[in-house]
């Protein structure tokens, strides 16, 4: 399988993944226009769309590319419907369509229906973790958040994090503001750095990498939790990962 990265508007990033018969689905698609050329340029047709929520800057080139392909199915979660979904899906549902087959992971907290598509090592997550750090909380609950997330870091060390967002170098910063002497993401922060310089993009990331140096994922490190000053014994995870968004919000 092939796996292109469109980019689209101010920093998101639409997902094509072809396989070896030249037909692909969409992930997320913010425009058309830019998904219709890469599909007339690499001669390929698109069986399905999947969508992770309802904002439109996931779903806004729906309609565009139902016009040059009226009967390709769109697969989200119910919250979609208005936005074009005919397939609705959600926790544990699976899409068995040409090569793919999707597993659909229930990801609420940016948004409540907010949902994920994983066939390894693909994992398409929206706007549930990002390469350095993790979605903002618009409609669900820290707790839901939270959770979400801990079945993304149930997946393998190989699952390739598919976001739809260029945010590492900003989630870098905050990493770095909130844990200056973790080497890990001080050298990252450097190599991400040099890459935005070139105008490269920073994702997809591995699991693997983002246990390193994503903080959202390190709720149970000693060391992080003394840096936010929190030096309780055992604390719930759940509420340093609330501290942790609120600072990441407020910063």
């Known amino acids: 399988m092939e796996l292109i990265r469109v980019p689209a508007l101010n920093d998101n990033y639409i997902w094509i993944l072809s396989d070896n018969h030249q037909q692909c689905i969409i992930v997320d698609p913010a425009e058309s226009e830019p998904v219709l050329e ?17 904002h439109h800057d996931h779903t806004g080139g729906v309609k565009g590319i139902l016009q040059s392909f009226s009967q390709l199915p769109v697969f989200g979660p119910e919250e979609t419907e208005a936005k074009g979904a005919t397939e609705l899906v959600s926790q544990g549902d699976q899409i068995k369509i040409g090569e793919f087959d999707f597993h659909v992971i229930g990801l609420p907290g940016h948004t409540l229906g907010h949902i994920g598509f994983y066939q390894a090592p693909y994992l398409f997550c929206g706007d549930t973790l990002f390469s350095g750090g993790c979605g903002r909380i618009f409609e669900g609950t ?5 959770q979400s997330i801990q079945k993304i870091a149930a997946l393998p060390d190989d699952t390739l994090i598919c976001c739809a967002h260029e945010y590492t170098q ?49 709720c149970d490190n000693v060391e992080l939790q003394k840096n936010m000053n929190i030096n309780q014994a055992n604390p719930p995870l759940r509420a340093i990962f609330t501290v942790l968004r609120q600072l990441k919000d407020h910063y």
Request: glycine share 2%; net charge positive.
């Open 142 to 146: 820290p707790e839901q958040m939270f």
């Open 170 to 218: 900003s989630n870098l910063k905050f990493a770095h503001h909130i844990w200056p002497d973790n080497l890990q993401i001080s050298k990252y922060q450097q190599e991400i750095d040099l890459k935005r310089s070139k105008n490269q993009a920073t994702v997809p990331t591995t699991l693997g990498t983002e246990r390193k140096i994503n903080v959202f994922l390190q």
């Open 38 to 54: 890469i599909l007339a340029q690499n001669k390929l047709t698109p069986i399905a769309i999947l969508l992770t929520h309802h």
